[in-house]
């Protein structure tokens, strides 16, 4: 029968075509999970370098807080001491007038 060899042949292609487009596709595959692997790699290696940044961030706040307290109370004791001067130089003025009425005043 002339129709057999023919539905064979035609058969045979198919498979040969169907076999390509497996291979092909799976070495697509193959070439994604490479690229899969590399991509994984260094995500994980800028998750180590966020971590570390974010460790490195909190820090460096807690730092600049501290920094912040420690002027803010030197100038609160700055001008606690600026304040006290101030009243005591009146006082010491005060006190030298009187000194120099009396002075005056017996003199």
Not at 20 to 25: K, L, Y
Not at 46 to 55: A, G, I, K, N, Q
């Amino acid at each position: 029968m002339w129709f057999v060899g023919g539905n064979q042949d035609r058969g045979s292609t198919v498979l040969d075509g169907l076999t390509a487009e497996v291979n092909r596709v799976e070495l697509q595959a193959e070439t994604c999970e490479r690229a899969l692997g590399v991509y994984q790699r260094d995500h994980a290696e800028l998750d180590r370098r966020v971590r570390r940044l974010e460790t490195e961030l909190e820090e460096l706040r807690r730092a600049r807080i501290e920094a912040y307290s420690r002027w803010w109370d030197t100038r609160e004791d700055r001008d606690r001491a600026v304040h006290v001067a101030r009243r005591l130089r009146r006082r010491l003025e005060r006190l030298r007038r009187r000194l120099s009425c009396q002075g005056l005043a017996e003199g």
